[in-house]
């Protein structure tokens, strides 16, 4: 089946530390995105991808980095830089103006 | 230019009760709309889109939304309210590659 997979569900960093979160998609679509999503509040663009090896800045892109080095695959990197880094993190995709697809999400914890 | 408004951050009903969620958008495009519902801890489930066709949309689970373009509206309805039903429910727009997320209304359902 066709479909987005994010991993890990849970993840939990310590001060200082980067950490990456996987969004692997086989629907075969051109565009990713990555949101994050705070407790009560609605969803936030951290960075968004149209094509391979191109990705521009979302709403909230200070103190995370991407990558999209192959048209499945758009890793995100919380970076030390991020104060507040813990969320909830969506990673989706579509084609142009069609139904976005979403990961199940994952969870990330300062500890 | 794109934008999305979701008139209300939370609304309230009585199970067996209908349900109203309003959005409003604005789009340079012939704009792809949709509605996901996300309820506690899980990723978002898409209910409907409307992708211009019929203006009046049937969804999942019994809800339906009617696009109307000289209100720029599109509105989900339910003529009935169930317990599950409770979750946050997203209004998004869609063209090219630009998809705007609403803020989200939080719906309660009361026994």
């Known amino acids: 089946d066709g479909g987005i997979t994010q991993s890990p569900k849970y993840l939990f960093r310590k001060e200082g530390q980067n950490v990456t979160l996987s969004c692997e998609q086989n629907l075969n679509h051109d565009a990713m995105y990555w949101y994050r999503q705070d407790p009560g509040q609605g969803l936030r663009l951290i960075y968004y991808s149209q094509i391979v090896n191109d990705f521009q800045k979302g709403d909230i892109a200070e103190g995370y980095s991407v990558s999209r080095e192959k048209k499945e695959s758009f890793p995100l990197t919380v970076t030390s830089a991020q104060k507040n880094p813990t969320a909830f993190y969506l990673c989706?995709?579509?084609?142009?103006?069609?139904?976005?697809?979403f990961g199940e999400g994952s969870w990330l914890t300062v500890v | 230019a794109q934008s999305v408004t979701q008139l209300d951050s939370h609304v309230s009903v009585s199970e067996g009760t209908p349900v109203l969620l309003r959005c409003n958008y604005s789009?340079?495009?012939?704009?792809?709309l949709f509605w996901y519902v996300q309820h506690p801890n899980k990723g978002l489930q898409l209910l409907l889109k409307?992708?211009?066709?019929?203006?009046l949309v049937k969804g999942i689970n019994g809800f339906e939304a009617e696009f109307k373009k000289s209100e720029t509206s599109f509105h989900l309805t339910k003529p009935s309210a169930h317990m599950s039903d409770a979750a946050e429910y997203f209004c998004v727009v869609s063209g090219g590659f630009k998809t705007i997320f609403g803020a989200g209304t939080r719906l309660f359902v009361k026994a």
């Open positions: 789009s340079s495009y012939s704009p792809s």
């Open positions: 409307y992708t211009s066709a019929a203006t």
């Open positions: 989706a995709s579509t084609a142009s103006g069609n139904t976005i697809y």
